[in-house]
């Protein structure tokens, strides 16, 4: 039971969402307070423990006066209850404050790239306001370019979220009507994982994030294949694809945007789609037919979410709306 027990605690010290694994100098940072405050909290435990089974163990306790038994309590209150507290929190703002600054948006004589991330329940919009050629605009992906910082403006589009990438630094709080800003940065190239740090409902926990880092000139063709002249064209590109375009403009096109068709913003925009990794922000793997079953199941794999059920559609209608989403891959 307790190999167990240590067993399912240190896989939880792995993966692409793992404080211990740091991708960048801010988490470095932060796993080191981790560690720092693990070392001396364990080292402080030994000695209470210590103390405590010496204080069982010993023979006769020796005679005193009541003016002695006051004085050795003075020294316990004195030592155990302000020196020690004193000491651990002058220790832990003297990690934790540099680590804290590091992630602070101060100005920089090369101003950072600039990530806009919004949570919703229970999802993430993503928005690259400085793209060359124009805004673009994603959902529950998010790349960023490697060895250079990123500013991350965050808010919450209905209640309060956190973005929170563990391998790359801290989270910080996306609350409605608020700007929240952090700077991060990737040392190398790969791929993190990222989630909602802040309960935000029944599926809170199904609110991940896809985040990867790659080199500037790979990072700008990415921004570049999302430019909407780019997206426009691969939407429309199949006639053999008409009718699922029209079943999604008369079904999804009010609350979904796909570059050159629709400009819904209730839901995640869908211009790339076919691109990304999963459905539902991590809930199903993309994978063929996944978005069709996503149609078709989707209160069943994520229940709540507010995408109404489409019992009034045709299993066929359903299954061509999904391939042909499929095929929005720039």
């Not at 993309?286 to 709540?304: D, F, S, T, Y």
Request: charged share 20%.
């Amino acid at each position: 039971m307790g190999l167990g027990s240590i067993i399912v605690l240190l896989s939880g010290c792995a993966g692409d969402k793992s404080i211990l694994a740091p991708a960048g100098q801010a988490a470095a940072d932060v796993a080191l307070v981790w560690w720092a405050m693990l070392g001396f909290f364990t080292l402080v435990f030994v000695v209470v423990v210590v103390l405590w089974l010496y204080a069982f163990r010993r023979g006769e306790r020796p005679e005193r006066t009541q003016e002695q038994e006051r004085r050795i309590a003075r020294r316990w209150i004195v030592g155990g209850g302000l020196l020690l507290p004193g000491v651990s929190i002058v220790a832990l703002l003297a990690f934790g404050i540099p680590a804290g600054q590091r992630m602070l948006p101060i100005p920089l004589n090369d101003p950072p790239d600039v990530i806009e991330v919004i949570g919703h329940q229970w999802w993430w919009e993503v928005r690259y306001p400085g793209a060359e050629g124009g805004e673009v605009v994603t959902a529950n992906q998010l790349v960023m370019p490697v060895g250079e910082p990123v500013d991350f403006h965050v808010t919450g589009a209905d209640v309060i979220h956190s973005f929170w990438v563990p391998r790359l630094g801290g989270k910080i709080d996306m609350v409605p009507g608020h700007t929240n800003r952090i700077r991060l940065e990737a040392d190398a190239a790969g791929v993190f994982g990222g989630q909602c740090g802040e309960f935000c409902g029944t599926q809170h926990a199904h609110m991940q994030l896809y985040v990867e880092a790659m080199e500037r000139d790979d990072y700008e063709a990415w921004l570049a294949q999302r430019q909407r002249e780019s997206l426009q064209s691969l939407a429309v590109r199949s006639e053999a694809q008409a009718p699922a375009r029209e079943a999604f403009m008369d079904n999804c096109a009010r609350c979904h945007r796909v570059a050159g068709l629709s400009d819904g913003e209730d839901g995640p925009d869908l211009s790339d789609v076919g691109t990304r990794p999963a459905l539902g922000a991590g809930t199903l793997a993309m994978e063929e037919g996944a978005i069709a079953r996503w149609l078709k199941n989707h209160q069943q794999l994520k229940p709540g979410n507010r995408m109404p059920s489409h019992d009034d559609m045709e299993a066929e209608t359903l299954d061509a709306i999904g391939a042909w989403l499929e095929t929005l891959n720039p």
